[in-house]
């Protein structure tokens, strides 16, 4: 008798792992949101995380997906978003990488990750990690023209007891033309700054490195503080700034 345990992440009524928005879009640029969502599965139990931080920074990038959505649109670019918690699967991490199923995530405990099967942990591969992956995949292939790829991130202002003060962070891997040349646009105003607060010794350049770099795609990977996106004013400015720092470098690329 086979007594192996079937493990299910999403259930009939939870959707898929992941969508485009705007799948149409002219522009040669794809966006991607990573972290886009806090939504736990009901068959994870949600993670046993407090409820307090099922909504936090440690579920998903605040303000992120509204921001990309309003990429979206300025720039009519498809836009790859995942549907499912970073907690439960971090797309912009690979399988191997211990931060793709954490067990904390900074001052938050994940106890629903602590010790999880072989067979578990291929679960969240399977039904979270691969759908998005080859969705992104896909959308990439049906370009007509070799587009840039730019994910979409926001970051707390606060990170252990630590004010940030940077504002906009513009991170690369080994391909940095698309981000230089963002910064060279960036507004006097505004707190821009390359590799941070993060950085490729951060392991966050997952995306970039699977997806663009192979390609020959020029990418960028964008952080925006997160209080500064918390309402639609900020998510509207920041999708204007961005827009005209993003299509400013990319004319000075030449990329399209």
């Not at 007594?3 to 898929?16: E, Q, R, S, Y």
């Not at 995949?137 to 049906?142: F, I, P, Q, V």
């Not at 926001?154 to 033309?177: A, I, K, M, N, Y």
């Amino acid at each position: 008798m086979n007594t192996a345990i079937k493990h299910t992440i999403l259930g009939p009524n939870d959707g898929p792992a992941a969508e485009v928005t705007n799948p149409q879009g002219a522009a040669a640029i794809c966006l991607v949101c990573e972290h886009a969502s806090a939504f736990i599965p009901p068959a994870l139990a949600d993670l046993g995380v407090a409820p307090e931080h099922r909504l936090s920074h440690a579920a998903w990038d605040i303000g992120g997906l509204d921001l990309a959505v309003a990429l979206s649109a300025k720039l009519d670019a498809p836009l790859v978003a995942s549907r499912v918690s970073r907690l439960v699967y971090d797309c912009n991490r690979p399988p191997s990488a211990p931060g793709a199923t954490p067990e904390r995530s900074e001052v938050v405990d994940v106890p629903g990750n602590v010790g999880l099967s072989d067979a578990s942990r291929a679960a969240r591969v399977s039904e979270v990690y691969n759908p998005f992956k080859d969705l992104l995949r896909t959308t990439l292939d049906g370009f007509a023209t070799p587009p840039c790829l730019v994910t979409i991130h926001s970051f707390t202002p606060v990170w252990f007891d630590q004010r940030r003060e940077v504002e906009l962070g513009l991170l690369h891997d080994s391909d940095d033309r698309l981000a230089r040349a963002m910064l060279v646009n960036r507004p006097e105003h505004l707190d821009a700054r390359l590799n941070a607060p993060y950085s490729v010794t951060d392991g966050v350049t997952h995306t970039l490195r699977e997806h663009a770099i192979p390609r020959g795609l020029q990418n960028v990977m964008i952080e925006v503080r997160n209080d500064l996106i918390s309402d639609s004013d900020g998510v509207a400015r920041f999708a204007d700034i961005l827009s005209t720092m993003l299509s400013k470098a990319i004319t000075t690329q030449g990329a399209l």
